[in-house]
């Protein structure tokens, strides 16, 4: 059953780096997400992608904040100038469009920033 | 104002019963998804089952069910037969606007189930 894929599953960083967080969609999907969970808490929503543009963003997604679709394969979430405050999960999710639209997320990626 | 409320922090319940989840939502739009997604320890959210505010019938997959009732704005989850491996986080989450694919999901605080044998 295809699946959503991320990389990496953890990763560390120092306050202030750079971290490009990786995920491959499922392969016939149209819609790409990112999400975030801070440990203990709910589901939030960060920015939607379409046809190689954001369609939807929120206010959480500012320009700390960038995602790309560099391949027919890839979507990354880039996040310049980490903060304490970063460290989450985050998770990719796909969809393929259609009336349910049921978005499919990955395993997720556990951010610490130090 | 909370978009989606989910009242139970933690539910408990043994092997083989039923188990209701609550989930109350809130919006002004006519046309709305409800879905309800599963957070296993290990951290992975798993889709479990959708509700499109238009459909007549309470959605069904498996042992899951969603008690759907629109007046009350309610969708509650449904598990029969509760498993050892339906220990879990449960999220309700709502897509406002169905049928414009691309759209934000809204997510609850959770509920943790946990089943015991």
């Known amino acids: 059953e295809p699946e959503v894929t991320q990389t990496p599953s953890h990763q560390v960083t120092q306050m202030g780096q750079e971290v490009i967080l990786r995920c491959v969609p499922i392969s016939n999907h149209l819609y790409f997400y990112w999400y975030r969970q801070i440990l203990g808490q709910k589901v939030e929503f960060l920015v939607s992608?379409?046809?190689?543009?954001?369609?939807?963003k929120s206010e959480i997604f500012d320009d700390q904040f960038s995602v790309e679709r560099p391949d027919g394969s890839n979507f990354t979430l880039k996040i310049r100038s980490t903060k304490l405050e970063d460290s989450a999960m985050y998770f990719c999710a796909s969809s393929e469009g259609g009336i349910t639209d049921t978005q499919y997320f990955g395993p997720g990626t556990r951010l610490t920033v130090l | 104002a909370q978009k989606i409320t989910q009242t139970q922090p933690g539910m408990f319940v043994q092997e083989k019963e039923a188990v209701t989840l609550d989930c109350t939502y809130d919006t002004s739009d006519q046309s709305y998804g409800l879905f309800w997604y599963k957070q296993p320890s290990s951290g992975e959210m798993i889709f479990l089952i959708y509700?499109?505010?238009?459909?007549?019938q309470n959605a069904t997959e498996g042992r899951y069910s969603l008690n759907f009732q629109k007046a009350r704005k309610s969708a509650n989850l449904v598990i029969s037969a509760s498993q050892l491996g339906d220990s879990a986080m449960y999220f309700c989450?709502?897509?406002?606007?169905?049928?414009?694919?691309?759209?934000?999901?809204?997510f609850g605080k959770g509920t943790t189930l946990s089943v015991s044998s």
């Open positions: 992608f379409y046809n190689n543009e954001i369609s939807e």
């Open positions: 989450a709502m897509r406002e606007v169905e049928g414009q694919a691309g759209t934000a999901l809204i």
């Open positions: 509700q499109g505010s238009y459909d007549e």
